[in-house]
């Protein structure tokens, strides 16, 4: 290893030294200084998000295992933010619960972990780097989840969790196995050149594609999902439904349009079926739930869905325009999990009936997940129309009129639900509203964040231009 | 000359709009009318130095007021086509300047006494600002569509302020009927814009109004019904001037719109908002005047005679005193309508042109000052109507004094401004239309005669036993009355003829004698005949409206047009036409919709049994699903 591989490795190992350097301090620290570890994370990840944004060339390391390009980097960027959001959201959480349990270390070298597990899984070259990604990043997120030992509930979705991943994972496994009997090779580029249709790497592929679709959360791999975000921390329940669903997403979008291409006839029409699946039945399931992380879960499977109206495409438009509304859907979903994760801490309260009259008493906290909301269901002028405009365009353009007729009935039913929220909080009137109150400083700047995230990104037509003009890697 | 700084005289409004909007709960009463108050105070400075500038230093060259314009394009439609958001500085515009900050002011100042303590204190200044701001924004707009904007916006800002007092069932139907009659009357408008944006290509005021423009020499070239479009455009654009500026048949809102607060009355339904309408046809003059031979113009000056005698007529009935103003304000109105229709373009055959936006200018001012005052003799009697009032001279010196004013004024006895600009109206209908002429000649011995039946009869007559002992209004509504009433008196002096004319072009203003002794005798007789009738408690009136009989009934229910308005609109429109409509839309349409909702709900509910939460039948649908997909693809792939 030269030098150059440390500079192309460099957020790897970067966050690998934080994670290590966490780890000591966890020995070092005295009990009672404990607290400082949070500000020591947020300040180092802080660093490491924005030494991130330096530019890298397109290279590839490990014979080929490993390869990073300017898209590539812009993931584990985009990555990188939500992440340090969700890190600011959770900051007063972790001092007023985890830390007390001893456990603050644990979640930001758990996160950051699984973070890394992502870096690796994203900017593999062969299967065995991405199975290896997908582990390190799925495994302690099981972790996460269960954090809150002393709550069954949490536990119960710990377990939930990790029984589900398993068999994900084997049946990815398996899939990739096949893929390999197919081809003789686990290179993407080997794959990629002499992969063929026929029914072992149908059958191959489609193994692999359901592991994935577990992470995505697309139906029917999505049971686990509503129980495991309800069971699961705030925090955590939103890393699993931006950040992991995120990086999921971009290595399905590369997978998909590089190794799978020749397949590509084949799993359009898959992906076609399962986008409908997605659609109707995170709706629909999302219109009667009462808890906001379930409620919170169920539009995140249904936008999945929505985000697969962009992969059927298979163009540069097709590529943009996830890539652009993963980037919104961070935003916007993590303003909204910020704002129940903020008004949880400071009441426990997690149901909607709760929520009335709350823009009475906090009309801030009201106003950002309104936003939130807007741009989630996708009106204009704020960044989720945009988002959801352009995924539209891009199946259209393929010709799938049908499928974004569909789509757009699915709209129409979240935006009911959606719109429930904001009756709750703005028309509805309680007798017992949740009372005003000043979240910390941490919370507050990671609300801000997503918002103008939300905010810039509708109106900033600059930043779509540089995304679209980098996603020709992927469509040559 | 740079204009630039005219901008801000909008924009201050809008600023305190904004702040007193957004901070509604948060700013104190007492600190938000200082806030209005001084805002305007700035905008009003701003507009006389404006006014001092373009009429005294800059705007003159050669003898011909110039045109300044600075706009930038907002948004395009093609080469020539496309909407300026800009400003616009010509001589009426910055005469209504003055006018709209003179008496937006005023109206402020006096609103701090008038609303104290009433809850919407806040909201009451930061609406006031809002309509300050659209009213500026409309007299400066360069464009039909700029004009179009602000004009909808004042119809908003007036629509919340005759619905201020929202708990009162009456001014929410009021403020209903005002924004829904206009906003009729802007359709034609809006038809009007798009016509003249079609056939000539331009929206823009300076482009449509040049003589030698293409607009204006090619009117002939298309013509529907026998008129040129043009024309018809013209009118449409005059249905929306006349909306707004309660022309008949389109009078019947502003009536009911006394309902708002007395000073809203003053600035928007009596000084400012209502004569856009006038405004707009001036704004477009040249284009009224050489368009078909002025053929719109003739239908302008028609209509504002019919309804400067309609309305006087029914004011000499009521017995609300705000009615009674009303009425009038539509009658003088009419008059400057009438003065626009009967002018010509070159110097002095402009004359009318001048005298109507002269009569504009006194008119605010007098007619501010009578609601106002109105307003003072509400605020200490606690009612509107003429039979609870009498006998207020002793008790109200300066309202009593002021309002006298304000009713020489309208009523046309020199010197008081309004002596000066109703005689060059008449001196410029005689020379035009004969019959116009007596039309307005009856008018305003009418107006005289109604005014002073309104002074006698609310400060002297009959002595009312008051329950309180009423009192005179404190200083910050008094100031205002006597401001308006010394601008009352030294407005007519103002050389109007030399510095706003029809062709931009001063020219000497004179008084032709004979006529200006008629319409005195006239003015003096009907105040005669209102001082029999009115100064003593006596039985002449009631003699008198028996002799009418019938005619007087028909008057006093305003010759029953909301009941024609209501006929039409309820018996024919709402049965036979809304009705089945409405039936289809709820049976079918929302029938339809209603149903698709209820089966989704219906669906997600049948569904929720395979959201167990047992993890066997979790992993049972994921490798389920994962073998449907193998089998339903593979099964594909082999066909």
Same mark, same amino acid.
């Given at each position: 290893?030269?030098?150059?591989?440390?500079?192309?490795?460099?957020?790897?190992?970067?966050?690998?030294?934080?994670?290590?350097?966490?780890?000591?301090?966890?020995?070092?620290?005295?009990?009672?200084?404990?607290?400082?570890?949070?500000?020591?994370?947020?300040?180092?990840?802080?660093?490491?998000?924005?030494?991130?944004?330096?530019?890298?060339?397109?290279? =590839?390391?490990?014979?080929?295992?490993?390869?990073?390009?300017?898209?590539?980097?812009?993931?584990?960027?985009?990555?990188?933010?939500?992440?340090?959001?969700?890190?600011?959201?959770?900051?007063?959480?972790?001092?007023?619960?985890?830390?007390?349990?001893?456990?603050?270390?644990?979640?930001?070298?758990?996160?950051?972990?699984?973070?890394?597990?992502?870096?690796?899984?994203?900017?593999?070259?062969?299967?065995?780097?991405?199975?290896?990604?997908?582990?390190?990043?799925?495994?302690?997120?099981?972790?996460?989840?269960?954090?809150?030992?002393?709550?069954?509930? =949490? =536990?119960?979705?710990?377990?939930?969790?990790?029984?589900?991943?398993?068999?994900?994972?084997?049946?990815?496994?398996?899939?990739?196995?096949?893929?390999?009997?197919?081809?003789?090779?686990?290179?993407?580029?080997?794959?990629?050149?002499?992969?063929?249709?026929?029914?072992?790497?149908?059958?191959?592929?489609?193994?692999?594609?359901?592991?994935?679709?577990?992470? #995505?959360?697309?139906?029917?791999?999505?049971?686990?999902?509503?129980?495991?975000?309800?069971?699961?921390?705030?925090?955590?329940?939103?890393?699993?439904?931006?950040?992991?669903?995120?990086?999921?997403?971009?290595?399905?979008?590369?997978?998909?349009?590089?190794?799978?291409?020749?397949?590509?006839?084949?799993?359009?029409? #898959?992906?076609?079926?399962?986008?409908?699946?997605?659609?109707?039945?995170?709706?629909?399931?999302?219109?009667?739930?009462?808890?906001?992380?379930?409620?919170?879960?169920?539009?995140?499977?249904?936008?999945?869905?929505?985000?697969?109206?962009?992969?059927?495409?298979?163009?540069?438009?097709?590529?943009?325009?996830?890539?652009?509304?993963?980037?919104?859907? #961070?935003?916007?979903?993590?303003?909204?999990?910020?704002?129940?994760?903020?008004?949880?801490?400071?009441?426990?309260?997690?149901?909607?009936?709760?929520?009335?009259?709350?823009?009475?008493?906090?009309?801030?906290?009201?106003?950002?997940?309104?936003?939130?909301?807007? =741009?989630?269901?996708?009106?204009?002028?704020?960044?989720?129309?945009?988002?959801?405009?352009?995924?539209?365009?891009?199946?259209?353009?393929?010709?799938?009129?049908?499928?974004?007729?569909?789509?757009?009935?699915?709209?129409?039913?979240?935006?009911?639900?959606?719109?429930?929220?904001?009756?709750?909080?703005?028309?509805?009137?309680?007798?017992?509203?949740?009372?005003?109150?000043?979240?910390?400083?941490?919370?507050?700047?990671?609300?801000?964040?997503?918002?103008?995230?939300?905010?810039?990104?509708?109106?900033?037509?600059?930043?779509?231009?540089?995304?679209?003009?980098?996603?020709?890697?992927?469509?040559? | 000359?740079?204009? *630039?700084?005219?901008?801000?005289? &909008?924009?201050?409004?809008?600023?305190?709009?904004?702040?007193?909007?957004?901070?509604?709960?948060?700013?104190?009463?007492?600190?938000?009318?200082?806030?209005?108050?001084?805002?305007?105070?700035?905008?009003?400075?701003?507009?006389?130095?404006?006014?001092?500038?373009?009429?005294?230093?800059?705007?003159?060259?050669?003898?011909?007021?110039?045109?300044?314009?600075?706009?930038?394009?907002?948004?395009?439609?093609?080469?020539?086509?496309? /909407?300026?958001?800009?400003?616009?500085?010509?001589?009426?515009?910055?005469?209504?300047?003055?006018?709209?900050? *003179?008496?937006?002011?005023?109206?402020?100042?006096?609103?701090?006494?008038?609303?104290?303590?009433?809850?919407?204190?806040?909201?009451?200044?930061?609406?006031?600002?809002?309509?300050?701001?659209?009213?500026?924004?409309?007299?400066?707009?360069?464009?039909?569509?700029? /004009?179009?904007?602000?004009?909808?916006?004042?119809?908003?800002?007036?629509?919340?302020?005759?619905?201020?007092?929202?708990?009162? *069932?009456?001014?929410?139907?009021?403020?209903?009927?005002?924004?829904?009659?206009?906003?009729?009357?802007?359709?034609?408008?809006?038809?009007?814009?798009?016509? /003249?944006?079609?056939?000539?290509?331009?929206?823009?005021?300076?482009?449509?109004?040049?003589?030698?423009?293409?607009?204006?020499?090619?009117?002939?070239?298309?013509?529907?019904?026998?008129?040129?479009?043009?024309?018809?455009?013209?009118?449409?654009?005059?249905?929306?001037?006349?909306?707004?500026?309660?022309?008949? &048949?389109?009078?019947?809102?502003?009536?009911?719109?006394?309902?708002?607060?007395?000073?809203?009355?003053?600035?928007?339904?009596?000084?400012?908002?209502?004569?856009?309408?006038?405004?707009?046809?001036?704004?477009?003059?040249?284009?009224?005047?050489?368009?078909?031979?002025?053929?719109?113009?003739?239908?302008?000056?028609?209509?504002?005679?019919?309804?400067?005698?309609?309305? +006087?007529?029914?004011?000499?009935?009521?017995?609300?005193?705000?009615?009674?103003?009303?009425?009038?304000?539509?009658?003088?109105? %009419?008059?400057?309508?009438?003065?626009?229709?009967?002018?010509?373009?070159?110097?002095?055959?402009?004359?009318?042109?001048?005298?109507?936006?002269?009569?504009?200018?006194?008119?605010?001012?007098?007619?501010?000052?009578?609601?106002?005052?109105?307003?003072?003799?509400?605020?200490?009697?606690?009612?509107?109507?003429?039979?609870?009032?009498?006998?207020?001279?002793?008790?109200? &010196?300066?309202?009593?004094?002021?309002?006298?004013? +304000?009713?020489?004024?309208?009523?046309?006895?020199?010197?008081?401004? %309004?002596?000066?600009?109703?005689?060059?109206?008449?001196?410029? +209908?005689?020379?035009?239309?004969?019959?116009?002429?007596?039309?307005?000649?009856?008018? +305003?011995?009418?107006?005289?005669?109604?005014?002073?039946?309104?002074?006698?009869?609310?400060?002297?007559?009959?002595?009312?036993?008051?329950?309180?002992?009423?009192?005179?209004?404190?200083?910050?509504?008094?100031?205002?009355?006597?401001?308006?009433?010394?601008?009352?008196?030294?407005?007519?002096?103002? &050389?109007?003829?030399?510095?706003?004319?029809?062709?931009?072009?001063?020219?000497?203003?004179?008084?032709?004698?004979?006529?200006?002794?008629?319409?005195?005798?006239? %003015?003096?007789?009907?105040? /005669?005949?209102?001082?029999?009738?009115?100064?003593?408690?006596?039985?002449?009136?009631?003699?008198?409206?028996?002799?009418?009989?019938?005619?007087?009934?028909?008057?006093?229910?305003?010759?029953?047009?909301?009941?024609?308005?209501?006929?039409?609109?309820?018996?024919?429109?709402?049965?036979?036409?809304?009705?089945?409509?409405?039936?289809?839309?709820?049976?079918?349409?929302? %029938?339809?919709?209603?149903?698709?909702?209820?089966?989704?709900?219906?669906?997600?509910?049948?569904?929720?049994?395979?959201?167990?939460?047992?993890?066997?039948?979790?992993?049972?649908?994921?490798?389920?699903?994962?073998?449907?997909?193998?089998?339903?693809?593979?099964?594909?792939?082999?066909?």
């Amino acid at each position: 290893m030269d030098f150059n591989s440390f500079i192309i490795l460099r957020q790897e190992i970067l966050l690998l030294a934080i994670t290590l350097g966490l780890v000591v301090g966890e020995i070092f620290i005295p009990k009672n200084k404990k607290r400082y570890i949070v500000h020591l994370a947020l300040f180092l990840f802080g660093i490491h998000t924005i030494v991130g944004f330096c530019n890298i060339e397109e290279s =590839s390391l490990f014979g080929g295992m490993f390869r990073t390009n300017n898209m590539i980097h812009l993931f584990k960027n985009i990555l990188n933010v939500g992440v340090f959001v969700l890190l600011l959201q959770s900051a007063d959480w972790i001092q007023e619960k985890v830390i007390g349990q001893n456990k603050g270390t644990e979640f930001f070298i758990l996160m950051f972990s699984s973070l890394l597990g992502m870096y690796f899984m994203i900017s593999s070259g062969d299967f065995l780097m991405f199975f290896i990604g997908l582990e390190l990043s799925t495994l302690p997120v099981a972790a996460l989840v269960a954090l809150e030992t002393s709550k069954r509930i =949490s =536990s119960e979705a710990g377990v939930k969790f990790i029984l589900s991943a398993g068999l994900a994972t084997g049946v990815s496994l398996f899939g990739i196995s096949l893929l390999y009997a197919a081809t003789g090779s686990i290179y993407y580029n080997d794959v990629m050149t002499t992969l063929t249709s026929n029914n072992l790497t149908l059958l191959g592929s489609i193994l692999f594609f359901s592991g994935l679709a577990f992470k #995505i959360s697309l139906v029917p791999f999505h049971f686990w999902t509503a129980d495991v975000y309800e069971g699961a921390p705030i925090s955590t329940a939103s890393y699993l439904s931006v950040i992991s669903k995120g990086a999921a997403v971009f290595i399905l979008m590369i997978l998909l349009f590089t190794v799978l291409k020749p397949l590509m006839h084949i799993w359009q029409t #898959i992906i076609y079926v399962i986008a409908v699946a997605t659609m109707f039945i995170g709706n629909l399931f999302a219109l009667r739930q009462q808890n906001m992380k379930r409620f919170l879960a169920f539009s995140s499977i249904a936008q999945a869905g929505f985000i697969l109206l962009g992969l059927i495409s298979g163009t540069q438009l097709g590529t943009a325009t996830i890539v652009y509304f993963v980037l919104i859907y #961070i935003f916007s979903n993590l303003a909204a999990f910020g704002v129940v994760q903020a008004i949880s801490l400071q009441t426990g309260k997690e149901n909607r009936d709760d929520y009335n009259g709350l823009y009475r008493t906090n009309p801030n906290l009201s106003l950002v997940m309104m936003l939130a909301l807007f =741009s989630l269901a996708g009106i204009p002028p704020v960044a989720g129309f945009f988002g959801k405009f352009f995924l539209f365009a891009a199946a259209a353009s393929k010709g799938y009129y049908f499928l974004v007729f569909l789509a757009v009935v699915n709209v129409t039913i979240s935006l009911y639900y959606y719109l429930l929220v904001i009756r709750a909080m703005f028309i509805r009137k309680s007798e017992d509203p949740i009372p005003f109150f000043k979240s910390k400083i941490y919370m507050r700047l990671g609300l801000i964040i997503a918002v103008i995230g939300i905010l810039v990104l509708g109106l900033y037509s600059p930043l779509y231009d540089y995304i679209f003009e980098l996603s020709t890697i992927f469509n040559k | 000359m740079d204009i *630039t700084y005219i901008i801000l005289i &909008p924009l201050i409004p809008f600023s305190v709009f904004l702040l007193l909007g957004i901070f509604n709960q948060q700013i104190k009463p007492a600190i938000s009318g200082y806030i209005g108050v001084i805002g305007l105070s700035i905008s009003a400075l701003l507009s006389y130095y404006a006014a001092y500038q373009y009429f005294f230093v800059y705007g003159k060259v050669d003898e011909v007021y110039q045109t300044f314009v600075k706009k930038t394009v907002w948004m395009n439609f093609t080469d020539t086509l496309h /909407i300026d958001m800009g400003i616009l500085v010509d001589p009426i515009s910055v005469m209504m300047l003055v006018v709209v900050s *003179t008496i937006s002011l005023m109206v402020h100042i006096y609103s701090r006494g008038y609303m104290k303590g009433d809850d919407g204190y806040t909201k009451f200044f930061s609406f006031l600002s809002l309509f300050t701001f659209s009213m500026f924004g409309l007299v400066l707009a360069t464009n039909l569509f700029q /004009i179009y904007m602000f004009w909808e916006l004042v119809g908003v800002s007036s629509y919340l302020l005759i619905g201020y007092y929202y708990t009162k *069932t009456s001014a929410i139907a009021a403020a209903k009927k005002a924004f829904i009659v206009t906003r009729f009357a802007d359709f034609g408008f809006l038809i009007g814009i798009l016509i /003249i944006g079609y056939y000539t290509g331009t929206f823009d005021f300076e482009t449509l109004n040049n003589p030698e423009g293409s607009a204006i020499l090619n009117w002939a070239s298309t013509s529907y019904m026998g008129l040129s479009v043009i024309t018809w455009a013209l009118l449409l654009i005059f249905m929306g001037g006349a909306g707004k500026s309660a022309m008949f &048949p389109l009078h019947i809102w502003l009536p009911d719109a006394m309902e708002g607060p007395t000073p809203v009355s003053a600035l928007i339904h009596a000084a400012t908002m209502v004569v856009a309408g006038v405004y707009l046809v001036a704004r477009l003059f040249p284009m009224y005047y050489f368009v078909e031979d002025g053929f719109a113009l003739k239908i302008v000056a028609y209509v504002g005679a019919f309804s400067s005698l309609f309305a +006087a007529i029914i004011a000499v009935t009521q017995t609300d005193i705000k009615r009674v103003l009303a009425f009038s304000t539509m009658s003088q109105i %009419g008059y400057m309508m009438l003065a626009l229709g009967v002018s010509g373009y070159k110097g002095i055959e402009g004359v009318g042109y001048m005298a109507s936006m002269f009569h504009l200018f006194t008119h605010a001012m007098f007619k501010a000052l009578l609601f106002l005052c109105a307003g003072s003799v509400i605020h200490a009697v606690h009612s509107n109507y003429l039979k609870d009032m009498g006998g207020l001279r002793k008790y109200m &010196p300066i309202t009593n004094i002021t309002f006298l004013i +304000a009713a020489l004024a309208i009523s046309g006895v020199p010197p008081f401004a %309004g002596f000066w600009s109703k005689d060059e109206i008449l001196v410029a +209908a005689f020379e035009n239309n004969r019959l116009l002429y007596y039309v307005a000649l009856f008018v +305003a011995g009418l107006t005289a005669f109604y005014m002073f039946r309104l002074y006698f009869g609310i400060f002297w007559g009959k002595e009312t036993k008051y329950e309180h002992i009423p009192h005179e209004s404190p200083l910050s509504m008094t100031f205002p009355l006597l401001f308006l009433a010394f601008m009352s008196i030294v407005a007519g002096f103002v &050389p109007f003829s030399e510095l706003v004319t029809a062709d931009k072009i001063g020219f000497e203003g004179h008084m032709d004698y004979p006529l200006a002794v008629v319409a005195v005798a006239i %003015g003096l007789t009907g105040i /005669i005949i209102a001082w029999l009738f009115y100064k003593k408690e006596n039985d002449l009136a009631a003699i008198f409206s028996s002799f009418f009989g019938i005619f007087y009934k028909w008057t006093s229910n305003k010759f029953y047009f909301d009941e024609i308005y209501l006929f039409v609109t309820k018996k024919i429109i709402f049965d036979h036409v809304s009705t089945p409509i409405a039936r289809f839309d709820k049976k079918y349409v929302d %029938g339809t919709m209603e149903g698709i909702g209820n089966k989704t709900v219906l669906i997600s509910n049948k569904i929720k049994g395979l959201q167990s939460g047992r993890l066997q039948d979790y992993a049972f649908f994921f490798v389920g699903g994962v073998v449907v997909l193998a089998l339903v693809f593979i099964y594909i792939w082999t066909n």
